[in-house]
């Protein structure tokens, strides 16, 4: 991948309310993706990644992230976020050929109660 | 099962000096990882190990940066002179393998360089 673009710095919500965090990149070969996570005071964990096969992927925390590669995209979402979601999110591709892992800028989740 | 380890967590300097950071991979893993993370941008890979030989340099500046992986299990990244670019959040990660294999990372180490 040539370049991953988190095109939001800073998302603020509401608690409960929905969420998406977007993703895009560019590359013109098969490509992986991830979302990693940062919550304050940790290290990076993985969150999800897509590999193959269904383009819906799940966390086992509700988040899920779409592969669509019509629109080069991978956005994160959640229907109903928590305090405890707050964090820094990271998106990152890797190509088929070459497995380095090519980050976004990152997303800071801003949950208002 | 125990993290990746990294010390120091803090350090501050003045340009021209030297520094050092300590890695210690979660066991059994194969591929360690050195990033850079400078404030606001994601992480950008300098250096990236199997076991002790480098699969991935390209992106280290080494002229200053160097890193070894002594026996294939811990690791140390060196910067000798800093400069005041060089202030940002150095980041060890391991995985089991390379490829898409998930990459566990360490709390990093964040260098002030003044």
């Known amino acids: 991948a040539q370049s991953v673009t988190q095109l939001d710095s800073q998302v603020p919500v509401f608690e409960e309310a929905p969420v998406e965090l977007r993703c895009n990149y560019s590359?013109?070969?098969?490509?992986?993706l991830f979302w990693y996570v940062q919550y304050p005071n940790q290290g990076l964990q993985l969150l999800l990644k897509?590999?193959?096969?269904s383009t819906l992927v799940e966390s086992i925390n509700g988040f899920e992230a779409e592969f669509n590669k019509s629109q080069t995209s991978f956005h994160l979402r959640k229907p109903s976020v928590h305090i405890s979601d707050t964090a820094e999110y990271f998106c990152?591709?890797?190509?088929?050929?070459?497995?380095?892992?090519?980050w976004g800028a990152g997303t800071k989740l801003i949950i208002k109660p | 099962e125990a993290g990746v380890a990294q010390s120091p967590r803090y350090k501050i300097i003045e340009k021209r000096q030297s520094v050092a950071f300590w890695c210690n991979p979660i066991?059994?893993?194969?591929?360690l990882y050195w990033y850079q993370q400078i404030l606001g941008q994601g992480p950008k890979l300098l250096i990236q190990f199997q076991n002790n030989g480098v699969v991935d340099d390209s992106q280290l500046p080494k002229d200053r940066f160097s890193a070894e992986r002594l026996k294939g299990v811990d690791s140390t990244l060196k910067i000798q002179p800093a400069k005041l670019e060089d202030s940002a959040v150095y980041l060890c990660?391991?995985?089991?393998?390379?490829?898409?294999?998930?990459?566990?990372f360490g709390p990093g180490t964040r260098l002030t360089v003044l």
């Open positions: 990152a591709v890797s190509e088929d050929s070459n497995y380095q892992l090519i």
């Open positions: 066991s059994g893993h194969a591929t």
């Open positions: 590359s013109s070969v098969s490509v992986y």
């Open positions: 897509y590999l193959s096969g």
């Open positions: 990660a391991s995985s089991l393998f390379g490829g898409y294999n998930e990459q566990f």
